[in-house]
């Protein structure tokens, strides 16, 4: 069982900062789309955010966070981020991290549940207005 461990949510005012991370077994991490979903109460889980462990590939955003959340890796630690400013009550969600199943193919946009192996349990983050 591939262990994605997740850490960093809390509770923040609107406007306020917050970074996730995301460590993930080395033999797993290695060359694949890895991102960030969301999802608050009632609502469906959605991509946030994702990049390709391997090097040379493009980063996506939801047009929800463009321009105040940045997603980065550290592939010497096998870890993942998600720096989030500029929080408004509405990114209020519970966070997973995502790895794709499939190996060596880049992303082609956030990743979408269906193409999602391996999912962290999962860190709350809460804004208050």
């Known amino acids: 069982q591939v262990q994605l461990v997740e850490s960093g949510g809390g509770s923040v005012q609107a406007g306020g900062s917050l970074r996730l991370s995301c460590a993930a077994p080395k033999a797993t991490y290695s060359f694949r789309c890895m991102g960030w979903f969301r999802q608050a109460p009632g609502k469906e889980r959605e991509g946030v955010a994702a990049t390709y462990t391997g090097g040379g590939g493009t980063t996506y955003y939801a047009d929800s966070v463009k321009g105040r959340f940045t997603i980065s890796q550290d592939n010497a630690k096998n870890t993942l981020y998600l720096q989030m400013n500029s929080l408004k009550p509405e990114d209020t969600a519970m966070y997973y991290c995502?790895?794709?199943?499939?190996?060596?193919?880049?992303?082609?946009?956030?990743?979408?549940?269906?193409?999602?192996?391996?999912w962290g349990q999962g860190t709350q983050v809460t804004v208050s207005s």
């Open positions: 995502a790895l794709e199943s499939f190996r060596g193919r880049y992303c082609s946009g956030v990743l979408r549940s269906a193409d999602v192996g391996y």
